[in-house]
């Protein structure tokens, strides 16, 4: 029953958030407050949001509260699990390191105001002499946060490098993989044709305090990297019609 009572809650949250009765970066109603809403304990509330905050939909800020981050989410929905922490298993070679304005996309991601300045390196990592992948970070260019080359040349991922420096620790990521047409300098650098099918990776790096620091793109050879995912059940409670096998049956 208490089961039930929090996919309940669940549910009705999300259809709140769906239909913009709680509006990004609003924060929720205390655990208790919830509790007196809906009438259930304080371990249902805990256990609703949870299962929220695992789709991204709500953050939790320790000593704060709990906000919507004003994702979306769609009934077609895969995960792809990685780790923040590997180190970097190629040295990467910065080529171009500039200052340049964000454009209304770029300042939306990185929480900036328009034409706020912003640092952008370009590096490219090769294995054996082979280009495997060009990228392009983006930060805000102020003291306390600004990328530097050296960020890319330390043994772990960029965006933990940029934390230790800053003294920001790197809490989350999110990733968007999508189709990319490799052309100009990307296809140059990766010694491809123009026009080439490529993959290419958008992620932002959050702080605890779900504060994007970095965004990052990466351009992947076509030949050289594959992505394996694992899609799993997270719990049951996606209710997409698997049928109980017949004891026996296997």
């Known amino acids: 029953m208490a089961n039930a009572l929090y996919r309940q809650v669940s549910r009705d949250l999300l259809d709140r958030i769906a239909d913009d009765g709680f509006e990004k970066g609003a924060m929720l109603p205390s655990e208790a407050e919830l509790c007196e809403e809906y009438g259930v304990s304080r371990i249902t509330i805990r256990a609703a949001i949870g299962q929220l905050v695992e789709k991204g939909l709500l953050v939790r800020r320790p000593g704060v509260g709990t906000f919507v981050t004003g994702r979306r989410s769609t009934a077609r929905e ?14 990467s070679e910065p080529l171009t390191n500039t200052v340049i304005a964000a454009d209304a996309d770029l300042a939306k991601i990185l929480d900036l105001p328009d034409n706020s300045p912003v640092r952008h390196i370009r590096t490219a990592v090769h294995r054996e002499g082979e280009p495997l992948t060009v990228a392009d970070g983006y930060s805000a260019d102020s003291p306390d946060t ?12 960029s965006a933990f490098a940029i934390g230790i420096r800053t003294r920001r620790k790197v809490h989350r990521a999110e990733q968007v ?26 992620r932002v790096y959050f702080t605890l305090r779900d504060k994007p620091i970095y965004y990052l793109e990466v351009h992947y050879h076509p030949s050289r990297y594959s992505f394996n995912v694992d899609l799993v059940l997270r719990d049951g409670s996606a209710e997409i019609g698997f049928i109980a096998a017949t004891p026996g049956t296997g």
Do not use: H, K, M, Q
Request: hydrophobic share 45%; glycine share 6%.
């Open 78 to 91: 895969f995960n792809l699990v990685g780790f923040l922490e590997e180190a970097r298993l190629f040295a």
């Open 146 to 157: 600004r990328l530097s080359e050296e960020d890319y040349r330390r043994p772990v991922a």
């Open 177 to 202: 993989l999508e189709p990319f047409a490799a052309t100009g300098e990307v296809a140059r650098l990766l010694d491809l044709d123009e026009g080439t099918p490529i993959i290419r990776a958008r």
